[in-house]
């Protein structure tokens, strides 16, 4: 993976916010059982973050963090139970669909599994044929060769219009998924575990595509993975996510080498070392993640941390800057700041 996304670099975001929540919530109403009654998870619990133009942000969490609710309530794929979202400085939260279709063009999203995201019953061109049409991107004069520059642009070409989806590989797949977000020319790509379903070797070659579109098409992304060293390649800034809450949050060497958050600890150290002559010492508990079912007072990471005090289990924390962009929500580091919003 040669193609980094490196743009630590100050003037590639200038600061200048593309997507916005505040307070952000998203519910589920569950049942145990039949004859259980029905209560509320929240996968995404009042987060408020801000996502910055030209920047890639990575999300990073245990499987059932609320990582991929996060990603689809943004765009509205699910509805908000409450909080703000805004794009462009737009509030889109509460637009009707009529309205909220112009914005779909800017926003688009990379499902994880690119054969049951694609219609295994529609040609590849039928496939791109659609954003077209439903936004009126062109003419039908011009619609074949909008597509079929869209598709050269993935690493695809004339010959695959008109196969079906069965007929390429996961890697190709993921192309063609990647070239149907792209071709509405959006401004934001949530990609929701673009690689997960995919082989190694392919997994490089959709992440250095990835990249290279970035750079081209002057995207922003927000990138949800469970995979930390991917994080790690493709992000500006990087988002801790557990139980529905984001507990740090910063550019991505201040994450990685000034881990503040004993989550953060915990994740970053559970990466298997090359060297078998090195053993991890895990000195978090690595037991499984608690049900979202369970009410929390305080902070939602209390039964596993080994720093727990009383009051992390009767009152949440709020985030400190620890370093310049770099919050951690964690008391830990109350005497370092007397709170901020997060970045």
Known sequence: MNSKI??????????????ETEGLVKAFKVKKSFFSE??????????????????????????????????????RLLEPNDGKIYFDGKDITNLPHSELRSFRKHMQIVFQDPYSSLNPRMT???????????????????EPELILNTLRSVGLDKQHLLRYPHEF???????????????????????????????????????????????????????ISHDISIIKHV??????????????????DSVFCNRFHPYTKL????????????????RI????????LKKFDGCKFFDRCPYR??????????????????????????SMQTGGAQS
Not at 53 to 74: A, M, P, Q
Not at 124 to 139: A, G, Q, S
Not at 235 to 251: D, F, H, K
């Open 6 to 19: 490196n743009s630590q670099d100050k003037d590639l975001v200038k600061k200048e916010t593309l997507v």
């Open 38 to 75: 029905a209560k509320w998870i929240y996968p995404v619990d009042r987060i408020s973050l801000r996502i910055f133009r030209g920047e890639t942000l990575g999300v990073v969490g245990e499987s059932g963090c609320g990582k991929t609710t996060l990603g689809r309530t943004i765009l």
């Open 124 to 142: 590849i061109y039928d496939t791109l044929k659609r954003p077209i049409r439903i936004f009126k991107l062109c003419d039908k004069d011009n």
């Open 169 to 223: 590989s996961g890697g190709q797949r993921q192309r063609i998924a990647i070239a149907r977000a792209l071709i509405s020319k959006p401004q934001f790509i949530v990609l929701d575990e673009p690689t997960s379903a995919l082989d190694v070797s392919v997994q490089a070659q959709i992440i250095n595509l990835l990249c290279e579109l970035r750079e081209q098409y002057k995207l922003t992304y927000l990138f």
């Open 235 to 252: 992000s500006n800034r990087i988002a801790v996510m557990y139980l529905g809450n984001i507990v740090e949050i910063g550019p991505t």
């Open 267 to 282: 994740l970053i150290s559970s990466v298997p070392l090359p060297d078998i002559r090195k053993r991890m010492e895990l």
């Open 285 to 292: 508990d690595t037991s499984e993640v608690p049900s979202l």
């Open 309 to 334: 005090a009383k009051k992390c289990e009767v009152s949440e924390p709020t985030f400190y800057e620890v370093e310049a962009g770099h919050f951690v929500k964690c008391y830990l580091y109350e």
